[in-house]
């Protein structure tokens, strides 16, 4: 293929099949969390860390990695012990870390409106080796966690009064998620960028659920899809020269589209014989019932 001819394409698509590995496997466990936006709000404190990098001239990935994690912590803390107030710091913290970001951006020497596009849509020409390197290194943690630590994660996710008295550490692994979800957002940010990573997190997941039922199968078909819709996102980005993280989102949309046409009928199926294996469980018992007599009036 021709575009595997070039340096930049070989990098974006290794880091398109490692987003669409991480993302999904975090994103599992948001969803079962009900916290389905928290890779959104995460991307936006991630922004300071960008802004960050450019003007402390370090690596912007590695930075964003830092503040994005410092600010899952405080998403977390705020769950716990947020009240009343607890919506309008968690909007304060969003709106600030991206306000952060676009400061320091146009701070930095040599600043520009295109470094700041460049993270938040994505863009397969700005992918570094540096960038790579981080992206793998990053990755593996995101597979260790998510797959190692698989059960523990799922109960506490689907039941967190219940996980605790089986004697898990229910915070512990609280914040081992968020802090996962924010590794997997500077994953992301470099192909398919901060505003829409969480999208990629959710999107094939729901996809999953439409023809699944199990855990583990939702898991598997997801990491599926998400690995399909990046690489064919960057692909069609190469060739039709449009942005990498849009093309990627409305794939995944798309396939969540395709398989909610194609699971519809499917389930209504399911339901019938359910119906029908039900009713013929129950043809025994009523025969075996003598029929009363009808009073005549």
């Known amino acids: 293929m021709e575009l595997l001819d070039y340096a930049f394409m070989q990098r974006a698509l290794l880091a ?159 914040l081992l998620t968020a802090v996962t979800a924010a590794v997997t957002v500077t994953v992301a940010m470099r192909v398919v960028g901060l505003l829409l990573v969480s999208a990629l997190m959710v999107v094939p997941v729901a996809a999953a659920q439409q023809l699944t039922r199990s855990f583990a199968a939702t898991f598997a078909i997801s990491v599926a899809i998400g690995v399909a819709v990046t690489l064919g996102g960057t692909v069609t980005s190469y060739y039709q020269d449009v942005p990498p993280g849009a093309t990627i989102v409305l794939l995944t949309i798309g396939v969540f589209i395709a398989l909610t046409v194609l699971a519809t009928p499917l389930a209504r199926r399911r339901a019938r014989a359910t119906a029908a294996a039900e009713a013929a469980a129950g043809d025994p018992v009523e025969c075996a019932v003598p029929a009363q007599p009808v009073a005549k009036t």
């Not at 599992?28 to 936006?44: C, E, K, N, P, S």
């Open 16 to 174: 398109a099949v490692l987003v669409g590995i991480t993302a999904p496997a975090v994103g599992i466990y948001l969803v079962q969390r009900r916290q389905a936006l928290m890779g959104d709000g995460i991307g936006h404190v991630a922004m300071t860390g960008v802004g960050l990098g450019f003007l402390l001239s370090t690596s912007p990935v590695w930075m964003a990695t830092a503040v994005a994690i410092v600010g899952a912590v405080v998403m977390e803390l705020i769950r716990w012990y947020g009240k009343t107030r607890g919506d309008i710091a968690l909007a304060m913290l969003f709106y600030g870390g991206m306000a952060g970001g676009v400061m320091f951006i146009n701070l930095a020497p040599g600043g520009s409106n295109a470094n700041l596009q460049s993270y938040l849509f994505g863009s397969l020409s700005t992918v570094s080796e540096e960038d790579v390197t981080a992206i793998c290194l990053l990755a593996a943690f995101v597979v260790l966690v998510t797959l190692g630590l698989r059960r523990q994660l799922f109960a506490v996710s689907q039941d967190e009064e219940f996980a605790r008295v089986t004697g898990l550490p229910v915070r512990a692994l609280n």
